[in-house]
């Protein structure tokens, strides 16, 4: 059974840190790409960041670019995404997916990825 945890959100102030993993058992790591995804009640699910397994390039949302950094362990099975300067409109559930990387993808839309997290939350508060 694949499955994908998310795990390190919480409360913060503005400005403040969080980093988050996603922790993959079930699927050989090497042979999917991670995408982070968030939500806000009410609003579409957005793109944050990708990175892939292969060649290790990564994409970002613009309005997380020079904040947010996404990187991989292989050894570990595990994605993070680093977040810093956090601000209130960064609030949300945050998702992490699973795609395998031979498949034609954008990588910010959701509908493509194969396997999906729980979800974690972050909360920033002003």
């Known amino acids: 059974e694949v499955q994908l945890v998310e795990s390190g959100g919480g409360l913060v102030q503005t400005g403040g840190s969080l980093r988050l993993s996603c922790a993959a058992s079930?699927?050989?790591?090497?042979?999917?790409?991670i995408g982070w995804f968030r939500q806000v009640p009410g609003r579409e699910r957005e793109g944050v960041s990708y990175i892939s397994s292969s060649s290790g390039d990564t994409n970002y949302a613009d309005s997380v670019k020079g904040r947010f950094t996404i990187s991989s362990d292989s050894a570990k099975k595990t994605v993070y995404l680093q977040m810093t300067g956090l601000k209130p409109e960064d609030t949300a559930v945050y998702y992490c997916?699973?795609?395998?990387?031979?498949?034609?993808?954008?990588?910010?839309?959701?509908?493509?990825?194969?396997?999906w997290g729980q979800g974690t939350q972050v909360t920033v508060s002003s």
């Open positions: 079930g699927l050989s790591f090497d042979d999917y790409d």
């Open positions: 997916a699973a795609i395998d990387r031979m498949s034609a993808f954008t990588w910010d839309y959701d509908f493509t990825y194969d396997y």
